[in-house]
Nanobody, 122 residues
Framework: QERLVESGGGLVQPGGSLRLSCAAS????????MGWYRQAPGKERELVAA???????TVADSVKGRFTISRDNAENTLYLQMNSLKPEDTAVYYC????????????????WGQGTQVTVSS
């Protein structure tokens, strides 16, 4: 099974920025649509942004204009650039394969990585 490793989270003040990375291997990123998901305490995991194998991108309404998803196939890395962060963005962020792009329902099967914690507070 593909191993996905998230990194780049941390503590940031409102209005700040972070760039999250998701390391994959081989051709995984180039042949699959990928998504960034997040889960806040007590809430359901939700899709934040996704990118298709062909490079089309979609983002959740709550982060439009602030978050950008991208990938570097040569480096086998998926990115999430997060700008103008708000306290409500606080969550654990995960990457995973997206099925049925662009809806990318939260995967019910397979393994999730450890995720990376993003905390936005003063």
């Amino acid at each position: 099974q593909e191993r996905l490793v998230e990194s780049g989270g941390g503590l940031v003040q409102p209005g700040g920025s972070l760039r999250l990375s998701c390391a994959a291997s081989g051709s995984f990123l180039s042949i699959n649509a990928m998504g960034w998901y997040r889960q806040a305490p007590g809430k359901e995991r939700e899709l934040v942004a996704a990118i298709s194998a062909g490079g089309s991108r979609t983002v959740a309404d709550s982060v439009k204009g602030r978050f950008t998803i991208s990938r570097d196939n040569a480096e086998n890395t998926l990115y999430l650039q997060m700008n103008s962060l708000k306290p409500e963005d606080t969550a654990v962020y995960y990457c995973n394969r997206c099925t049925w792009y662009p809806s990318c329902p939260v995967p019910n099967f397979g393994s999730w990585g450890q995720g990376t914690q993003v905390t936005v507070s003063s």
